[in-house]
Structure formats: C-alpha cells, structure tokens
C-alpha cells in the first residue's frame, strides 16, 4: 500500500526559504518517479517539480530556479527546496506518484499535503 507522508510547511516571509519533506512507503524511490504539485484556493492543481528514478528532474516554468527536488533512497523520502518564495506559492503542497512518467503532471497517489503560506 503507498503512503505518502509531507512535512515541512509553514508561514514564511517572502524571499524566504522552506523544505518539504516527504516519506514514502509501498514503494522504493530508486524504481519510480516521485513529484511535487500544488492546490491553491480557488485554483486548479499544479504540478511543481518531478524526478525520476534515474534522477532526470523538471520543473514549472515558474518555479524554475528557485525549487530544488531531490531524494535519499536510503531513506525513501524526497525533498522539495524552495527558495525566494513569493507571495504566490502559497498553497498547499502534496507529493505524488506521476501517472506513467513525470511529464504527464497528473497524479495517481498523494499525501495529505503540508500548507506553505508566504506573507509579510
């Protein structure tokens, strides 16, 4: 059974910094993708960031540059750094197993989702 476990969150300033994490189980990360996506009010979701098992890695335009995805195997977790935050990151953030490959950003399984907020 995948359980998907994120922490992380919080209210930050904007410019600032947080890392999520996220803990899996029913599967190990070295034989499948993992990614971020992203629900704000009233918005649709959005994917974020996905890596793959041989640690290809894509982003969101708009999160380019700034969001780091990584993962320790030995763990079985994955990462999403997220630097210069902005007001508009704010939502709540969930990892997920892409359907089929990461380019697909539609999901299959999720956790429950850890609240990033950016205000002053």
């Known amino acids: 059974q995948v359980q998907l476990v994120e922490s992380g969150g919080g209210l930050v300033q904007p410019g600032g910094s947080l890392r999520l994490s996220c803990a899996v189980s029913?599967?190990?990360?070295?034989?499948?993708?993992i990614g971020w996506f992203r629900q704000a009010p009233g918005k649709e979701r959005e994917g974020v960031s996905c890596?793959?098992?041989?640690?290809?890695?894509y982003y969101k335009e708009s999160v380019k540059g700034r969001f780091f995805i990584f993962r320790d195997n030995a763990k079985n977790m994955v990462f999403l750094q997220m630097n210069s935050l902005q007001p508009e990151d704010t939502a709540v953030y969930y990892c997920?197993?892409?359907?089929?490959?990461?380019?697909?950003?539609?999901?299959?399984?999720w956790g429950q989702g850890t609240q990033v907020t950016v205000s002053s």
């Open positions: 997920g197993t892409p359907y089929g490959v990461c380019t697909s950003w539609s999901y299959d399984n």
């Open positions: 029913g599967f190990t990360l070295d034989h499948r993708a």
């Open positions: 890596i793959t098992s041989s640690d290809s890695v």
